[in-house]
């Protein structure tokens, strides 16, 4: 399974450095944050280190509805000639996509980009929407936008969609009989699921995406779409990456703010809080989770497992390390699992990732019985909806 | 069927057609082996019942015919049973009311009497069979079709080489994006056993496609294989049967069938999943992986 990074605000050298170690695969780009007058000597960089790197721009066209808020905060999106704002009503007018695609992938196809991440809106809440058919109305009409391009690439439909659309089994599953069987449909999807935080600054396994269904029906989404032919690229996966990979997922994607391990729309809102940065944490495979430099500190004596034996594992010993190395940290540790936990044989990926949430939860057990307090981010809890939601997609995926 | 007709009156009235000789019977339909202008053909006869009941069966029965002999018109594939020369035409005979026209005449035995005779195919076999079934639904899905009454009684094997196995009647398939022929709402067309889960969903007639066809293939395939239906049970009721359907797992058939490559048994365990996304569904991929096992 391969790794992506998820580019953002503040990339500094962090992409070029972790495809020159070669712990990621390549990079889905952020319109919002990446200038198109940059973007062809960026690619041009990364490509010095490994020629055959994947490199996607994700449009964020999701975001057009966004673009009329007082609040909005878009950054260079607006930049892009195929980004504006559009009312809901509008888009319900199939010509209003077919100029969306167009627009956009005319953009595209201009970039050195190694495959093409096509438009499409957020749905937020529900299958049974008018955002829903929308979207279906750009992944029906993606292939043909792209078919008059006459380009060779690869196009892939963005699917968004917020968690609590994966709530209601029904309406999903009614969603995905009807995406698996279009008539001219693109290559593969790129996936993400939009969650709320809980709070400022927490991770991933604190977010709303958390939840046994919401996992469970990220896998069957991950399931099905390979099942049918499709590539499936997840955005914002961060440590689920090889649970999606496990039931066949071609890539995820992480980066090194909350925001880029964790899709939400909140962040075209402009925030309201400030102050200090998150602290750099390690990201233990044991546990699958992240702990502070302090905590691993006073743990890895006792409970040496909480290690990942990876070469980045270095720049912690003895002090804190710079901000930058905790990403490449991210991915080394992602690549591991990925390598460990996900074959060719969906079964075995199961009961490999049943007995890795296993051994994080006796991990687990063994740093509560040495009596060490975790920090919030790091509690324990999550660990039952990863379990719970393998049980559900086994369930839900018939196997 | 019933009111079948005297096959003397019928050699009476299709003067034109010789050696009349009966072959089978169906619900409404009794097929009959004849020789029309110099070609022996399958003459099919179907009775077209009074609407007395008010219950629209007579359109019902004629809309199936139009449809079958409509759809075999257009349908250029060796894996699908031909039109013949012999064109529809109604006949009355006695007080009775019948659509009489003609098929090409597949000279085979049907998928059930080879099961009826404990015949056990090797993968070779089976995965010719699968090949077959396959690109018939490939080509119904082309020309917006699907046929719903998949199942070993409708499958022909051939001794020849460039058709080994041939699917027959039409009769009920479904022109998606057409008219709903069927009126009826609770009636739903094809036989119990091999129906899709989704068939039995209020709304089937907006919701089903190409994958119910996929379904009822790899249930074929599961008990050309097995000897063993994947679903139903002998003597069981019909509402346990639609239980089943919706809600049993069935066992996978390696557990039958030992013997054959794990990766053939996946993928006919793969098509009679409950969900149809959990279905492959691309027929090529499905195909080429069918021609590549050992």
């Known amino acids: 399974m391969k790794l992506y990074a998820q580019h953002g605000f503040g990339p500094?050298?962090?992409?070029?450095?972790?495809?020159?170690?070669?712990?990621?695969?390549?990079?889905?780009?952020?319109?919002?944050?990446?200038?198109?007058?940059?973007?062809?000597?960026?690619?041009?960089?990364?490509?010095q280190y490994a020629e055959r790197s994947d490199i996607l721009l994700d449009p964020e066209i999701y975001a057009c509805f966004h673009a009329g808020l007082p609040d909005a905060q878009l950054g260079g999106l607006t930049d892009w000639p195929f980004f504006a704002a559009y009312r809901r009503s509008q888009l319900e007018t199939t010509e209003i996509v077919d100029r969306i695609l167009e627009d956009t992938l005319t953009v595209l196809i201009n970039l050195p980009l190694t495959a093409i991440i096509a438009p499409n809106i957020y749905i937020p809440r529900s299958f049974n929407s008018i955002e829903a058919v929308i979207a279906k109305n750009f992944i029906r009409r993606t292939r043909s936008a792209f078919a008059h391009k006459e380009d060779k690439r690869r196009v892939f439909s963005t699917l968004a969609v917020g968690r609590d659309t994966l709530l209601d089994q029904m309406e999903f599953e009614s969603f995905l009989n009807d995406i698996t069987a279009l008539d001219n449909p693109p290559d593969g999807f790129y996936l993400l699921i939009g969650g709320g935080m809980t709070e400022e600054r927490t991770?991933?396994?604190?977010?709303?995406?958390?939840?046994?269904?919401?996992?469970?029906?990220?896998?069957?989404?991950?399931?099905?779409?390979?099942?049918?032919?499709?590539?499936?690229?997840?955005?914002?996966?961060?440590?689920?990456?090889?649970?999606?990979?496990?039931?066949?997922?071609?890539?995820?994607?992480?980066?090194?703010?909350?925001?880029?391990?964790?899709?939400?729309?909140?962040?075209?809102?402009?925030?309201?809080?400030?102050?200090?940065?998150?602290?750099?944490?390690?990201?233990?495979?044991?546990?699958?989770?992240?702990?502070?430099?302090?905590?691993?500190?006073?743990?890895?004596?006792?409970?040496p497992e909480i290690n990942n034996g990876l070469p980045h594992d270095k720049d912690y010993e003895g002090k804190e390390p710079q901000r930058n190395i905790e990403v490449l940290q991210t991915w080394e540790a992602i690549a591991d699992l990925n390598k460990r936990l996900v074959t060719a044989d969906t079964n075995e990926n199961l009961s490999r990732l049943e007995r890795s949430v296993n051994l994080a939860e006796a991990a687990y057990e063994n740093i509560s019985m040495l009596g060490i307090q975790l920090n919030v981010e790091a509690k324990k809890e999550y660990v039952a909806a990863l379990r719970e939601g393998i049980r559900t997609f086994k369930r839900n995926a018939e196997i | 069927m019933e009111h079948i007709p005297d096959i003397n009156l019928l050699k009476i009235l299709l003067d034109k057609i010789?050696?009349?000789?009966?072959?089978?019977?169906?619900?409404?339909?009794?097929?009959?082996?004849?020789?029309?202008?110099?070609?022996?053909?399958?003459?099919?006869?179907?009775?077209?019942?009074?609407?007395?009941?008010?219950?629209?069966l007579r359109d019902e029965i004629a809309g199936r015919v139009t449809r079958e002999i409509e759809a075999l018109r257009k349908i250029e594939t060796p894996f699908i049973a031909r039109l013949g020369t012999f064109l529809p035409q109604l006949f009355k005979i006695g007080e009775y009311e019948?659509?009489?026209?003609?098929?090409?005449?597949?000279?085979?035995?049907?998928?059930?009497?080879?099961?009826?005779?404990?015949?056990?195919?090797?993968?070779?076999?089976?995965?010719?069979?699968?090949?077959?079934?396959?690109?018939?639904?490939?080509?119904?899905?082309?020309?917006?079709?699907?046929?719903?009454?998949?199942?070993?009684?409708?499958?022909?094997?051939?001794?020849?080489?460039?058709?080994?196995?041939?699917?027959?009647?039409?009769?009920?398939?479904?022109?998606?994006?057409?008219?709903?022929?069927?009126?009826?709402?609770?009636?739903?067309?094809?036989?119990?056993?091999?129906?899709?889960?989704?068939?039995?969903?209020?709304?089937?007639?907006?919701?089903?496609?190409?994958?119910?066809?996929?379904?009822?293939?790899?249930?074929?395939?599961?008990?050309?294989?097995?000897?063993?239906?994947?679903?139903?049970?002998?003597?069981?009721?019909?509402?346990?049967?639609?239980?089943?359907?919706?809600?049993?797992?069935?066992?996978?058939?390696?557990?039958?069938?030992?013997?054959?490559?794990?990766?053939?048994?996946?993928?006919?365990?793969?098509?009679?999943?409950?969900?149809?996304?959990?279905?492959?569904?691309?027929?090529?991929?499905?195909?080429?992986?069918?021609?590549?096992?050992?």
């Not at chain 1, 050298?13 to 960026?42: H, L, P």
């Open chain 2, 18 to 56: 010789a050696n009349l000789t009966f072959v089978a019977q169906g619900g409404f339909k009794a097929v009959y082996k004849g020789t029309y202008r110099g070609e022996t053909e399958a003459i099919k006869v179907v009775w077209i019942p009074q609407d007395l009941n008010g219950e629209d």
């Open chain 1, 203 to 303: 991770d991933l396994s604190q977010s709303e995406i958390m939840h046994a269904d919401v996992i469970a029906n990220w896998m069957l989404l991950n399931y099905t779409l390979s099942l049918n032919g499709f590539i499936v690229i997840n955005g914002c996966s961060d440590i689920l990456t090889p649970f999606l990979g496990g039931v066949g997922g071609h890539a995820g994607a992480t980066g090194w703010w909350t925001n880029l391990r964790m899709f939400s729309m909140n962040r075209y809102i402009r925030s309201v809080s400030g102050g200090r940065l998150p602290l750099v944490r390690y990201l233990s495979n044991s546990i699958l989770n992240r702990i502070t430099f302090s905590e691993r500190e006073a743990i890895a004596a006792l409970v």
């Open chain 1, 12 to 47: 500094g050298d962090k992409v070029r450095e972790g495809i020159r170690e070669g712990i990621i695969d390549g990079v889905i780009y952020s319109a919002r944050y990446e200038k198109q007058s940059n973007i062809t000597k960026d690619i041009e960089e990364i490509k």
């Open chain 2, 98 to 294: 019948y659509l009489i026209y003609s098929e090409e005449f597949l000279d085979g035995k049907n998928l059930r009497s080879k099961l009826q005779q404990n015949h056990k195919p090797d993968i070779t076999e089976l995965k010719t069979l699968a090949v077959s079934i396959f690109e018939a639904i490939r080509i119904l899905k082309a020309h917006d079709l699907i046929h719903r009454d998949i199942k070993p009684d409708n499958i022909i094997a051939l001794k020849d080489n460039t058709r080994p196995f041939v699917i027959l009647d039409l009769g009920i398939a479904f022109k998606l994006h057409g008219s709903g022929l069927t009126r009826n709402p609770i009636y739903r067309p094809g036989t119990l056993p091999y129906m899709a889960p989704e068939m039995f969903n209020p709304h089937f007639r907006d919701t089903i496609d190409y994958r119910s066809d996929l379904y009822s293939a790899g249930v074929t395939i599961y008990e050309y294989a097995s000897g063993k239906h994947p679903i139903a049970k002998r003597g069981e009721d019909d509402y346990t049967t639609m239980y089943r359907i919706v809600k049993v797992a069935p066992i996978p058939l390696a557990s039958h069938r030992p013997d054959l490559p794990p990766e053939f048994c996946q993928i006919i365990d793969q098509l009679i999943k409950k969900l149809p996304a959990l279905r492959p569904s691309v027929i090529d991929t499905l195909s080429k992986k069918m021609e590549e096992l050992s």
